[in-house]
C-alpha cells in the first residue's frame, strides 16, 4: 500500500476523533454499502466474501465506494457468505451457546479485488450511516470482528491496515505462511491451515511417487510467490528438480499464457504442478483444454483442487488430477439450507437477485398484485450443491463459531477475575476489539462434528488435508475422489497417507504411476554424475570402477570394497577375493611339482650308478668324493624347488630361500672345486711341480665348508634381521585375487644370496673355460663348461623375468631357475660319464683315460 493510501486510511479512521475534539458533527467517508446483507444484533460480525470475480473501476479519489457493478458471480462464494448466515442462525438457537445474546452480521462482496475489499473493510468499521452524533465518533467499530478475507493478497493488505486498530480477522481461505508472521500481523488468526503445510504435502507426494523431473507454475501474487518459495525450500534436498518455473500474469496476457502452454507440452516432465488461485488457474487450463494437452499428471493445490465447474469445460484433460483439498467435513443441515430454493422462497436482498439473475437465469418483474418483483427462471436447478463442492464452508463454520465462544468466554468472565489490568472484564456492549482478539487467541472448543479448534502462537490452525482425485463416472462425469488425507498432528512419520491402488492417474496412465524423471535411474552397479550445466535430477550413469559397488539404484557414489574382498562383474556386490598361490593342485604346480621329483630321482639314479661303479676308473678319475657331494647337492637343489610349492607360511618363507642358497652354495663350490683339481692336476704333470699337496681331500672339504658357511653366514643374517615372510598382493584379472607370496624381506640379504651364487658360478665358468683344452682323453672341464654357461644364462634370464612376472608367476619362474639350473648342472656333467658307465663300460678303463 502507498504512503498516501496509508495517510488516507488513518484519516479516514482517526478523523472522528479530531473533529469531535472540535465540537463539530461527524461526516464518514463512505456510504451505505451496497452488495451487501445486513442482520441486526448485539454483536455484529462482518464478513468478507468475493461473490463477484470481476470488480468494477475503482474510485481514484478515494471519497466514496464505486458504486459500479461486480460481474461474474461464483456460486462457491456465494456459498460460503450463505454459510456464515447459517451459522449465525444456527448459533442464535443454541440455547447453551450465547444465550440471551444475538449474533448479528453484515457480509459483503468484494469483488475479488484489493480495492474494493479495502473499501468493504473500512466501510464494515466505521459504519454505514454517513452523519453520526460527535459522541458516538469515539465508541468501538459497528463491527468488532470481519470474517475473510478470502484471499491472501487482500488480507496481507487488510491485516496491515486494520491491525493498526486492534482489529481482528478470521479468515476461512487466506492461505499464505506470510500471514503466520506475528509481528506484522498480530490481529490475523485463520480457520484455514498455513501453505507451509501445503508445500510438505506437495513435496512428499512427489518424492513418495518418485516424480524428480517436475513443472512448477504459479500464480503473481502473495499466495503463489509465498507457495512456490515454500515449495522449493521443502523440495531442497530431495532429489526433486524443476524443469521450469512459470508464472500466470495477472493480465491473462494469451500470448503469455500460450508460451507457458508451449513450455508444458515441450518438457520431458510429465507431472505439472500450478499453484495459483482459481481465476488465474482457470485461464491456463482453458488453453491447456483447448490444445487438447492430455498427457500429463496435475497437481492441484488448496485453491482449485475441487473447482468443481472446472469439469464443465475441461473434459478428459483434467481427469487424474490429484489435489490437495482443505479437509471439509459435512454440516448437518447446510446443504438441505443452501438447496431450499424456489420461485415460492426468493430473495428480496439485491446482492442475492444479483446472483439469482447470473447463476440461475433469473429477470426479477414487477408483480402486479403484491407490488413486489418475482423472478422469472430458467436455470434454477444449479442451485444443487455436490457434497465436492463444500469446499471452504466448514471453515467459514469453524471461523464464526470460534468469535461466538470468544465472545461466550467474555460473558463468562467474573468480576475481579478478568485478563486485563486490575482484573477487569471485558466490556460487551459495545465489544472492543482489542479485547475480542485476546479471547480469539485463547478459544479451545469442539465442534459439533467433533473436531477441536484452537489457534497456535502464530494463529494458525493444524495442518490437516484430503488427497482427492479426479476420477470419471461410468456416466462421463467427473467426481473428486477422496484417496488419502495429511494431518500435521499424526507426527512426520504418520501424517502422509495415500492409497495408491485407488488413484486413477492422469496422462492416459491409468492404474499405473506415471514416469516423471530427466534421466532414468541409474541401476545397482553405476552410480550418478550430474551432467554439466543441469541441475542434479539429470545425470548420466558411469559404471562403478573395479573394487567398488553400488547394491541400491541411483547410487551417488560407488563403495569401495573392505579388504580381501572385490566387486563381481556386475559390480553390485563385494565377494572374497580368490586367493592364489603356487600350489600343488595348479597345473603349474603340477608340472613343476613332476619335474622337481624326477630331477630327484635322476640325481638318485646317478648317484646309485656312480655309487656302484665307485671302483672303475672313471670314478675314480674324478675324485668319487667330489662326485657323490656334488649328487648330493643337486638332489637337494632339486627338492628345494617343492619347498617353492604351496601355501606361504612363515618356516616355508624361510626354509625355501635359506635351502634354496646354501644347497646351490654347495653345488657350486664342488664344482669349483673339481675345475681347480683339473687345472692343478695338469699343471702338476709339470716338471718341478708340487701343487696338488695344496689341493688334496682335505683342502678341498676345507674349501668347500669355507664357501658354504660364507653363505650360511649370510643367510643366518638376513634370517636374523629381516626374514622372508608370507604377504598378500592384489593380482589376477584387475585386481580380483590376493596372490600369497613370500616376500624376501630384505632386498639386500636376497641379493647377496643371489650375488653370491653368480660370484661362485662365473668363478667356475672362468676356470672351467680356462682348463677345457687341456690334452686328456677324458677332459672334465669342457662339461664343466658347458654346465657353467647354461647355469649362468639360466640366471641372467632369471632376473628380468623374476621382477615383470605378476603374482604366482613369480614364484613358478625362481622355481624354473632352479629346476633349470640343476637339470644343466646334472646332464652336462654327469650324463657322458653316465654313458660311459652304462653303455660303453669297454671305455671306463685307465689305460683310456689317460689317453691323449
Known sequence: MSVEARLWVLGFLAGPVWVYSLGLPCTLQSRTISGSLYKEGDVIIGGLFPVHWEAPVPDQTFTQRQEGRCLSVKLLSYRWLQTMIFTVKEINRDPTLLPNFTLGYLAVDTCLSEGSTLSA?????????????????????????????????????????????????????????CLSDRKRFPTFLRTVPSNSFQAKVIARLLHQMGWSWVGVIYGDDAYGESSVQLLMNELEGSGVCM????????????????QIVETIQSSKAQVVVIIAITADTEALLREVVRRNVTDKQWIAPTAWSTAGYYTAWSGISLVGTIGIAIRSLEIQGLSSYLTKLSIENYPTEEL????????????????????????????????????????????????VYAVAHAIQDMLDCQPGKGPFKNGE??????????????????????????????????????????????????????????????????GPDQDFQLDVQNVIWGGGWGNKVPVSVCSESCPPGTRKAVQKGKPVCCFDCIPCAAGEISNATDSTECIKCPQRFWSNTDRTECVPMLVEFLSFQDDMGIILSVLSVAGAALTGTVLAAFFHHRDTPLVRANNSELSFLLLLSLKLCFLCALAFIGRPAPWSCMLRHTLFGISFVVCLACVL????????????????????????????????????????GICVLWLALAP???????????????????????????????????????????????????????NEAKFITFSMLIFCAVWITFVPAYVSSPGRYTVAVEVFAILASSYGLLLCIFAPKCYIILLRPERNTKKNMMAK
Open 724 to 778: 622372508p615372510l608370507p604377504s598378500e598382493t592384489a593380482g589376477g584379472e584387475l585386481g580380483a585375487r590376493v596372490v600369497l607370496l613370500c616376500a624376501v624381506g630384505s632386498i639386500v640379504g636376497f641379493s647377496l644370496v643371489l650375488g653370491y651364487i653368480g660370484l661362485l658360478a662365473a668363478v667356475c665358468f672362468l676356470l672351467a673355460f680356462f682348463a677345457r683344452k687341456l690334452p686328456d682323453n677324458f
Open 121 to 177: 473493510a473500512l466501510s464494515l468499521v466505521t459504519g454505514q450511516e454517513e452523519k453520526v452524533s460527535g459522541e458516538k465518533c469515539t465508541e468501538a467499530p459497528t463491527v468488532p470482528v470481519i470474517i475473510g478475507d478470502a484471499r491472501s493478497s487482500a488480507s496481507i493488505v487488510l491485516a496491515d491496515t486494520l491491525g493498526v486498530f486492534g482489529i481482528p480477522m478470521v479468515s476461512y481461505y487466506a492461505s499464505c505462511a
Open 243 to 258: 524443469s521450469y518455473l512459470e508464472v500466470i500474469p495477472k493480465s491473462h496476457t494469451p500470448s503469455k499464457i500460450r
Open 425 to 490: 472484564c471485558p466490556e460487551i456492549k459495545p465489544v472492543r476489539p482489542e479485547q475480542l482478539l485476546h479471547y480469539l487467541k485463547a478459544v479451545n472448543f469442539t465442534t459439533s462434528m467433533g473436531e477441536i479448534v484452537y489457534f497456535d502462537n502464530n494463529g494458525d490452525p493444524t495442518g490437516s488435508y484430503d488427497i482427492v482425485n479426479w476420477q470419471i463416472t461410468s456416466e462421463g462425469k467427473v467426481e473428486f475422489v477422496k484417496v488419502g488425507n495429511f494431518d500435521s498432528s499424526r
Open 673 to 712: 672345486s673339481k675345475t681347480v683339481v683339473v687345472l692343478v692336476a695338469f699343471r702338476a704333470t709339470l716338471p718341478g711341480s708340487n701343487l696338488m699337496r695344496y689341493f688334496g681331500p682335505v683342502q678341498q672339504r676345507a674349501g668347500i665348508f669355507f664357501c658354504t658357511l660364507v653363505q650360511v
Open 352 to 399: 442475492e437477485q444479483k446472483v439469482w439473475e447470473e447463476a440461475f437465469g433469473c429477470r426479477f418483474v414487477m408483480d402486479s398484485q403484491s407490488g413486489l418483483p418475482r423472478p422469472q427462471c430458467t436455470n434454477l436447478e444449479n442451485i444443487q450443491v455436490q457434497a465436492a463442492e463444500f469446499d471452504g464452508m466448514y471453515n467459514v463454520y469453524k471461523a
